[in-house]
């Protein structure tokens, strides 16, 4: 029996890379005016910085919250790998700091994106699903962390997480005016208290 020709390789049509292209470029611009400074970046400030007109922006996305959408993703991929893994066999006060060192770098690294979606968060559905998985993330890695010292207790990991998320930092560092370090101290000092308190 002869032997099946190769297939042809597939042809990626360049409409459609061009297209792909021209939404990478916006939801990138989006994001790196946000991480800027530019906490509410107009769609024409978004456009000329990826470098097409408005027409093309709006082609792409039909609306401000689908960008958000978009955004919110690239967010969460670089989120991720900058992510790293901490063995969970390390002992207590090893896991503690390797978290909280891990966690002020993340929460440095999304503090701009976190300041804009706290403008726009009240008044979008997207962002507030974003809030809430990225959440869900910061619990599950806290439930695997530490999974010897929070058992089952549900209020303990609620109170370890609310001291992990961005209002809690946020307050560390623009409300009472702390560095990066002295922040990460407070956080290491309300981790260790809530995982070493006694239990009734």
Known sequence: MPAASPRPPQRIDGRTARSERTRNAIVEAHVALILDGDLRPTADRIAKQAGVSLRALWSHF????????ASGERILQQRDEAHEPIPTDLPLKARIDAY???RARLLEQVAPAAK???LKEPFSPTLQGYRRSH???VRTELRTLFAREIGDNETLLAALTAVSMWPTWGTLRDAMGMDPEAAREVLTCSITALLTAPRS
């Open 100 to 102: 909280c060192h891990q």
């Open 116 to 118: 804009a979606s706290s």
């Open 135 to 137: 959440t869900e993330r």
């Open 62 to 69: 039909a609306d401000m919250e689908a960008l958000f959408a």
